[in-house]
């Protein structure tokens, strides 16, 4: 079982830059990959990033490409999401998630799926203004 905690959420103008950071329990966290989401009020929850169990390998969606940057620290049991040039369409709550079972990148037709997660944080909140 492993527990997750997103931080570093806020409001920002748009433009700016957020580091989201992602705390997880247990030894297990190193073997997992894991991925980042997000949930804007009244849609449904996006695939963001993902990084493979060793950090690797990394992708992301289109609309976030060359902002964003997902890494990892196994040594801290940590997963973070840098997010610069921030922009309105951004605003929304993210949330990290754990995969167990596949620790590699995997096909986008899997990982982009919030049902190929295991485990989800309860999310932190991000508002881009104008």
């Known amino acids: 079982q492993v527990q997750l905690v997103e931080s570093g959420g806020g409001l920002v103008q748009a433009g700016g830059s957020l580091r989201l950071s992602c705390a997880a329990s247990?030894?297990?966290?190193?073997?997992?990959?894991m991925g980042w989401f997000r949930q804007a009020p009244g849609k449904e929850r996006d695939f963001v990033a993902r990084?493979?169990?060793?950090?690797?390998?990394?992708a992301y969606a289109d609309s976030v490409k060359g902002r964003f940057t997902i890494s990892r620290d196994n040594a801290k049991n940590t997963v973070y999401l840098q997010m610069n040039s921030l922009k309105p369409e951004d605003t929304a709550v993210y949330y990290c998630a754990a995969d167990r079972n596949r620790p590699y990148l995997g096909s986008s037709s899997a990982y982009t799926g919030p049902g190929e997660y295991d485990y989800w944080g309860q999310g932190t909140g991000v508002t881009v203004s104008s």
């Open positions: 247990g030894r297990a966290f190193s073997t997992y990959a």
């Open positions: 990084i493979s169990w060793s950090g690797a390998s990394t």
